[in-house]
């Protein structure tokens, strides 16, 4: 997500959706609502709905169709990872 700095990858999208799922077993009878909101890049939204499916379904992507972090020009991570992943982390500690 360029505008957002997210950096987060396809397969962030189908481990994030897991979590949803563990938090709906634990509160709500497995139940989950998912809602696709617009996005300016439909090959990546593309992608992370399949990624999210996927995950629903209980199946597994292919391990050559993972995407890597996105890394900066000299090699680190992007200031949105490294600014949201200790925060991403923190929130989800309780579940």
Not at 46 to 51: P, T
Not at 53 to 66: C, D, W, Y
Not at 85 to 93: D, F, G, L, S, W
Request: proline share 8%.
């Amino acid at each position: 997500d360029p505008l957002g700095n997210q950096s987060l990858t396809f397969d962030a999208f189908a481990q994030l959706t897991r979590q949803v799922q563990s938090v709906a077993d634990a509160v709500c009878g497995g139940r989950i609502v998912s809602v696709l909101e617009g996005g300016y890049k439909p090959e990546t939204l593309a992608r992370c709905c399949v990624e999210h499916v996927r995950a629903l379904m209980g199946v597994e992507a292919p391990r050559s169709s993972r995407v890597p972090r996105p890394r900066t020009p000299g090699g680190g991570e992007t200031p949105g990872a490294q600014r949201g992943e200790p925060e991403a982390k923190r929130a989800r500690a309780e579940y």
